[in-house]
C-alpha cells in the first residue's frame, strides 16, 4: 500500500478557524441580527409610501412618521381583538371561587372535593410562575417592538444614502487575497 500524506496549509487552518469564529460570532449576534432583517424588511414593505409622500411635497421625516404611525395603529388595531379573550379570562377569575363553591356543594363531589381543592393549588401556584414569565416575555417583546420601530424610522430616513451604498458595494465588492 502506498503511503499517502494529507498536506493542510496553515492558511486553510487559519481560514477554517476564522469561519467558526465567525459563525460563532454570528451565533451570539442572531437576535440583533434578525431584528434588523425585520426593520429591513419593513422600510422596504413602507418605502414606496413615504415615497408617494415625497413625491405629494410632504418633507420626508413627517412622511416616515405618518406611515410608521398608520403601522401601529393597525398592529394595535389587531392586538385589541386579542384583548376581548383575555377580559373574558379575567372575569373567569374573578368569578371562579363562586363557581368552585358550588360545585363543592354537589352531593355527587363530596369525596372529590380535596382532591379539586389540591388539583387547583397545584395549577394556581404553576400559574404564578408562569405570570412571572409571561411578564418578562412581554416586557422584552416590547423592547424588541421599539427597536424594530427606530431601526425602521433611522433605515427610512436614510434610505436614498443606503441604496447609493448597497449598489456600489454590489458592483464593486471587497477582493479578497
Given at each position: 500500500m502506498d503511503d499517502k500524506q494529507l498536506i493542510i496549509s496553515l492558511?486553510?487552518?487559519?481560514?477554517?478557524?476564522?469561519?467558526?469564529i465567525g459563525l460563532w460570532v454570528f451565533?451570539?449576534?442572531?437576535?440583533?441580527?434578525?431584528?434588523?432583517?425585520i426593520s429591513l424588511i419593513l422600510a422596504l414593505?413602507?418605502?414606496?409610501?413615504?415615497?408617494?409622500?415625497d413625491n405629494r411635497?410632504?418633507?420626508?421625516p413627517i412622511s416616515v412618521v405618518v406611515n410608521v404611525l398608520v403601522v401601529i395603529l393597525a398592529f394595535v388595531g389587531v392586538g385589541s381583538?386579542?384583548?376581548i379573550p383575555l377580559q373574558q379570562i379575567s372575569r373567569l377569575i374573578v368569578s371562579l371561587p363562586s363557581y368552585l363553591d358550588s360545585l363543592t356543594?354537589?352531593?355527587i363531589l363530596d369525596g372529590f372535593q380535596i382532591q379539586l381543592n389540591d388539583a387547583i393549588y397545584a395549577q394556581l401556584s404553576q400559574t404564578t410562575g408562569n405570570i412571572v414569565t409571561a411578564t418578562?416575555?412581554?416586557?422584552?417583546?416590547?423592547?424588541t417592538v421599539v427597536v424594530v420601530i427606530v431601526f425602521t424610522v433611522y433605515i427610512l430616513l436614510d434610505f436614498d444614502n443606503l441604496r447609493k451604498m448597497f449598489i456600489s458595494f454590489s458592483l464593486n465588492p471587497i477582493r479578497t487575497m
Open positions: 492558511r486553510t487552518i487559519l481560514l477554517f478557524l476564522g469561519t467558526l451565533w451570539l449576534i442572531r437576535d440583533v441580527v434578525l431584528i434588523f432583517f414593505t413602507l418605502e414606496p409610501f413615504v415615497e408617494w409622500l411635497k410632504i418633507p420626508r381583538v386579542a384583548v356543594k354537589l352531593p418578562l416575555g412581554a416586557f422584552s417583546g416590547l423592547l
